[in-house]
């Protein structure tokens, strides 16, 4: 069992920043495969990016590419979603989630999830 817990959400203008983290707490946090996830207003939830267990293999989104970097501390057992360039489009709740599933895709079947936090980019 893992639970995650994510902060660093807020309100910020677009072409900001925002970095989010990803506690985990359990079972040992490198086991797992971890991934970012959103859902907007009326949406059905999305995949954002994914980092492997070692974090040294990535997959983004195409349309957070060049802009959204995705990392982990497994010393911290902390994961990190650092946003730069933030657009309005951008705005939704963000959710980390854990795997144990090999290999890094855009599928939402995941293991474990955090609770998210609150991104809102304004025009």
């Known amino acids: 069992q893992v639970q995650l817990v994510e902060s660093g959400g807020g309100l910020v203008q677009a072409g900001g920043s925002l970095r989010l983290s990803c506690a985990a707490s359990g079972r040992t946090f490198s086991l797992y495969n971890m991934g970012w996830f959103r859902q907007a207003p009326g949406k059905e939830r999305e995949f954002v990016a994914a980092?492997?267990?070692?974090?040294?293999?990535?997959y983004y989104t195409d349309s957070v590419k060049g802009r959204f970097t995705v990392s982990r501390d497994n010393r911290k057992n902390t994961g990190y979603l650092q946003m730069n360039s933030l657009k309005p489009e951008d705005t939704a709740v963000y959710y980390c989630?854990?795997?144990?599933?090999?290999?890094?895709?855009?599928?939402?079947?995941?293991?474990?999830w955090g609770q998210g936090t609150q991104v809102t980019v304004s025009s």
């Open positions: 989630a854990a795997r144990n599933k090999l290999g890094l895709d855009s599928s939402t079947k995941y293991d474990y």
């Open positions: 980092i492997s267990r070692s974090g040294g293999n990535t």
